[in-house]
């Protein structure tokens, strides 16, 4: 079992930056790939991006080159760094965990957070 919490979210206006952190509960979490997903109200989840157990990253074209993805092992966490935000960037974001390599799809993911509300302004 594993428990995500997702902390960073917030109001920013275009072209600022938030960081968001997901922790995880565990003593597998280095077994995971771990993802970021977006979704705002009557869409379907939208990958963002994810990172596998040593590093390896696949981002989203949507967001690539203004978001990055990172994990630290040893202290269970995961983080997306956003530059560069636009209005349309809002949406809550989740953090998920999943054993497969890079999933992009959310049903392959078997834990989530609780999600962070990201808004930012025009």
């Known amino acids: 079992q594993v428990q995500l919490v997702e902390s960073g979210g917030g109001l920013v206006r275009a072209g600022g930056s938030l960081r968001l952190s997901c922790t995880a509960s565990?003593?597998?979490?280095?077994?995971?790939?771990m993802g970021w997903f977006r979704q705002t109200p009557g869409k379907e989840q939208e990958f963002v991006a994810a990172?596998?157990?040593?590093?390896?990253?696949y981002v989203s074209g949507s967001v690539e080159g203004r978001f990055t993805i990172s994990r630290s092992n040893a202290e269970n966490t995961v983080h997306l760094q956003m530059l560069s935000l636009k209005p349309e960037d809002t949406a809550v974001y989740y953090c998920?965990?999943?054993?497969?390599?890079?999933?992009?799809?959310?049903?392959?993911?078997?834990?989530w957070g609780q999600g962070t509300q990201v808004t930012v302004s025009s």
């Open positions: 998920a965990a999943t054993m497969v390599h890079l999933a992009v799809a959310p049903s392959l993911y078997d834990y």
């Open positions: 565990g003593r597998t979490f280095d077994s995971y790939t």
């Open positions: 990172i596998g157990p040593s590093g390896s990253i």
